[in-house]
């Protein structure tokens, strides 16, 4: 038995020089190890150490050179005899099987202990006759080492794949289509979609940029690295410019006017408050979340679809050249033609055009700042002393009463000004029946939509504050503005009622005035409306009991905000006794009573037509109801709008326009201001002149001032 080689074990493997031994020849290149054989070739429990570890020479030296070639493997013609008489008594056995059965002992049998010495004992001398007689079996492949080069998979594994892809090749295809057709999509959208929402139609999807031909072409010529950057850098492009899209979708559905790159970042807290107010805290909160999300991966996502399209193009490089080729001849044709699909040029080069836009704007808002602070060194007001002053108005009380969104549209409009006009006509007569007399016109606001402190700033101060950054200067500055001119004459005091107000509001300083009601210093222990803190009517109750009705009290100078009218219009107060406002917490019944839901007004644009002009009416009816109480004859009223709302009320292309009026009962008040052009009643009439709001300032503080020879000028 010691010299027969057991059936279980390897033959030798014929050394190609007859003077090497079987350990020293190179040994055959290992197929590609399945994870049957992988698991097969493990050593079992029961082996020696030294096998475990070691393994054979022959298998050491496969490891030591995987790139023998598998001409080297032995063949059927090569196999030792045992070798045919064992694979004959297991015909149905794979080859890999018996390799691997090669490799390890017997299952049934008991594993021998390792002698100390070659010739010890009789499992010793058999165990050497064994090692004469057969090499000892190779070592299971180390996969812990560090991997060397990997080999060419072969024809046999190629042919042979593995994973789902293998088992549903038609899905594979169908995926692998679906995901470029995807990321195609997704570019052009980038290129050709417009940065205004009310100009998305059909037809400009159909058009055929300029800027993807040109980048697509690029990226076909350049060398590998430098392909791989480019797609880099065009995929962050293409994701940022996404970003500035949707930016400017969001600004001009409110501003009218694209977002501000340097300027307008300020505002997406109040687009946040707007959700919030609109769909509720939850809602708000996950839509800002996911918008946040989407603008992270958007630069992302663009990368990878300019990816996946540029290696499309490399493999298919004949026909994306000749695909490009038509593309090119086609846009050239189409725009030498002025070719057009619904108004829309079909030759398109949007997204250059944006890219420098926002390049100039962002440039001339760098420089605004310069000519901005030059306009307002120009003040003719600067050094007026202050006796002379508002010379026209002494010893009355000025009411400056702001009311949010009442723009042009709600009486323009048919759907909103026939019922609001027939307000102004009542409210009109109830002040004639006071003995009130009133005029009104037009101003054009820097801004619609939003933004009311730079409509108000403009209002006050005669300058055009059209952006964050002019209205940063302003209150840096020392800017006569019109409340600061009746505080620094001594003969008002100042006051401002800032229901919106919620924080501290240091500007305040600057805007001249004594004393500064805000949210807190109102009393108010009622529910918001939405976005106002609290109802008009509530606003001008305190203004009267903690300012205006105090007796022995001097002439008084008032800026009151009124924030009934603010966006979303839903839910809106009803005007009630005003016996029962009392704290205000009796809103809280009405709310719950009368309010309605501002998630279920937006979904119907008449709907929020509807609420607006509502808003307006309750804001009028309340601040013309309480002049008309506790006015006097040195009462004079001067409201208006701070902005025109939004597009969902006014519609595409709206003007800036708002109205003006002026309220009182000297008649001296209104003979000061009879060269104005303006209406009589509280609707200023379509023909009525058109100021820009900044003009106002300038105008008013003339009409008022002294009017002997010599004094201030007229601007």
């Known amino acids: 038995m010691s010299h027969i080689r057991s059936p279980q074990l390897p033959g030798p493997t014929p050394a190609p020089d007859d003077d090497k031994a079987p350990e020293d020849a190179a040994p055959p290149k290992p197929e590609a190890v399945t994870e049957t054989e992988a698991t097969a070739a493990e050593p079992e429990e029961g082996q020696s150490e030294e096998a475990q570890s070691e393994g054979g020479p022959g298998l050491k030296a496969e490891a030591e050179n995987p790139e023998k070639p598998q001409s080297a493997l032995p063949t059927e013609a090569d196999k030792p005899e045992s070798d045919l008489k064992a694979e004959a008594e297991n015909p149905e056995k794979p080859q890999s ?17 390792e002698p100390e010495h070659g010739n010890g004992n009789g499992n010793g001398n058999e165990t050497e006759l064994k090692a004469k007689s057969a090499p000892e079996p190779g070592p299971a492949p180390d996969v812990s080492a560090e991997p060397g080069p990997e080999p060419d998979p072969g024809p046999e594994r190629i042919a042979s794949p593995s994973g789902w892809r293998a088992r549903h090749p038609r899905a594979a295809r169908a995926v692998a289509w679906a995901v470029t057709g995807l990321a195609i999509v997704l570019v052009l959208f980038a290129l050709v979609v417009p940065n205004d929402i009310t100009e998305i139609d059909f037809g400009r999807f159909l058009r055929i940029p300029a800027e993807g031909i040109l980048v697509a072409g690029l990226l076909l010529v350049l060398p590998t ?72 991966a958007l630069p992302v996502l663009m990368t990878l679809a300019v990816l996946r399209i540029s290696r499309l193009m490399v493999r298919n490089r004949h026909t994306a050249s000749r695909t490009l080729l038509v593309l090119g001849t086609a846009w050239i044709t189409c725009s030498t033609l002025t070719l057009e699909i619904s108004d829309v040029p079909v030759a398109s080069h949007s997204a250059a055009t944006l890219v420098e836009n926002r390049i100039e704007s962002v440039g001339d808002g760098l420089k605004d700042g310069e000519a901005f602070r030059k306009q307002a060194a120009v003040d003719a007001f600067a050094d007026v002393p202050p006796d002379q002053l508002l010379t026209g108005l002494r010893g009355k009380d000025v009411l400056i009463t702001f009311i949010e969104s009442y723009g042009r549209s709600a009486i323009d409009d048919p759907r909103m000004g026939e019922p609001l006009g027939e307000t102004l006509a009542r409210k009109t007569q109830e002040l004639k029946d006071a003995g009130y007399a009133s ?15 730079l409509g108000h700033s403009t209002f006050l101060s005669g300058l055009w504050i059209k952006n964050q950054s002019r209205y940063s200067q302003l209150v840096a500055s020392d800017r006569l503005t019109l409340t600061e001119a009746f505080r620094r004459t ?30 807190d210093q109102l009393g108010y222990k009622g529910p918001k409306f939405s976005w106002s803190t609290m109802p008009d009517q509530y606003t001008l109750k305190a203004f009267e009991e903690l300012e205006h009705g105090k007796e022995d009290r001097e002439p008084m100078m008032a800026e009151i905000i009124l924030t009934s009218s603010h966006n979303p219009w839903a839910p809106i107060p009803s005007t009630i006794p005003e016996d029962q406002v009392g704290d205000g917490s009796v809103y809280h019944s009405l709310q719950k009573a009368e309010g309605k839901d501002p998630t279920e007004v937006w979904k119907d644009p008449l709907a929020v037509r509807d609420e607006y002009r509502k808003s307006i009416q ?31 009320v006014t519609g595409d292309n709206p003007s800036h326009d708002v109205p003006v009026s002026i309220v009182a009962q000297d008649p001296e008040v209104l003979e000061k201001i009879s060269d104005w052009g303006w209406t009589d009643g509280l609707q200023p009439a379509d023909t009525t002149p058109v100021w820009r709001m900044d003009k106002f300032r300038d105008r008013f503080m003339t009409a008022f001032g002294p009017q002997q020879p010599g004094g201030i000028p007229s601007p």
Do not use: C
Not at 97 to 113: H, I, N, T, V
Not at 439 to 453: C, E, K, V
Not at 504 to 515: N, S, T
């Open 618 to 648: 309750y804001s009028v009816t309340s601040l013309v109801d309480h002049v008309a109480k506790y006015g006097s004859k040195d009462t004079v009223l001067i409201f208006l709008g701070d902005h025109q709302p939004n597009k969902t």
């Open 490 to 519: 001594g003969a008002w005091r100042t006051v401002g009622i800032v229901p919106g107000t919620q924080m501290a509001w240091p500007e305040g300083k600057y805007f001249g005035l004594d004393h500064i009601y805000d949210s």
């Open 225 to 296: 690295m430098a392909r791989r950057v480019a797609v880099v850098v065009v995929g962050a492009v293409l994701g940022l410019l996404t970003i500035v899209k949707a930016l400017d979708m969001g600004s001009y559905w409110t501003l009218d006017r694209p977002f501000d790159l340097v300027l307008d970042w300020i505002l997406l807290d109040d687009a946040q408050s707007f959700m919030k107010d609109s769909l509720g805290g939850a809602v708000a909160q996950a839509a800002t979340v996911g918008l946040i999300a989407l603008a992270l």
């Open 439 to 453: 005029r009104s016109g037009w101003l054009r606001s820097p801004i619609t939509g939003a933004g009311s402190w």
């Open 97 to 113: 099987d018996l390799k691997a059965d090669a490799d390890e002992p017997e299952p049934s049998a008991a594993p021998e202990p």
